[in-house]
C-alpha cells in the first residue's frame, strides 16, 4: 500500500512541478530559470514546519529538476520521487512504532 501511494503521490507531483511548470518555462526562460522557479514551488509546497523535510525536498528536488532536464524524460523523476517516498514513509512509521517488522517463523 504505500508502494502505491507513493508511486501516485510522485507521478502527480512529478507531471505538474517537473512535467508542467518546467515545460513551459523552460519555453519562456533559461533552463537554470525554469529549474529553479519549479525547485523553489516544489520546497514551499512540502514546507511544513519541519526543517530536515525542507532541505530533504530542496535536495531530492534539485536532482529530481535536473535528471528531467537532462534525460527530457520524467520518468527517472517519478521513480526517485517514489523510492524516496517509500523509504521516508516506511522509516516515519517505524519510527513512530506503526510500523512492526515482520515475525519471520513465529
Not at 3 to 26: A, C, I, K, P, Q
Not at 62 to 88: D, R, S
Amino acid at each position: 500500500m504505500i508502494v502505491l501511494v507513493s508511486f501516485s503521490v510522485s507521478v502527480g507531483e512529478e507531471t505538474f512541478y517537473r512535467g508542467w511548470l518546467l515545460v513551459h518555462w523552460n519555453a519562456s526562460t533559461t533552463k537554470f530559470l525554469a529549474g529553479a522557479a519549479s525547485l523553489l514551488l516544489f520546497v514551499i509546497a512540502h514546507f511544513g514546519g519541519d526543517w530536515f523535510v525542507i532541505v530533504r525536498a530542496l535536495i531530492l528536488g534539485a536532482v529530481m529538476t535536473w535528471v528531467t532536464q537532462e534525460k527530457n524524460n520524467l520518468l527517472p523523476a517519478v521513480l526517485l520521487h517514489t523510492v524516496a517516498n517509500v523509504g521516508f514513509v516506511s522509516h516515519d512509521l517505524a519510527a513512530s512504532g506503526a510500523l512492526m517488522p515482520l515475525s519471520l517463523g513465529r
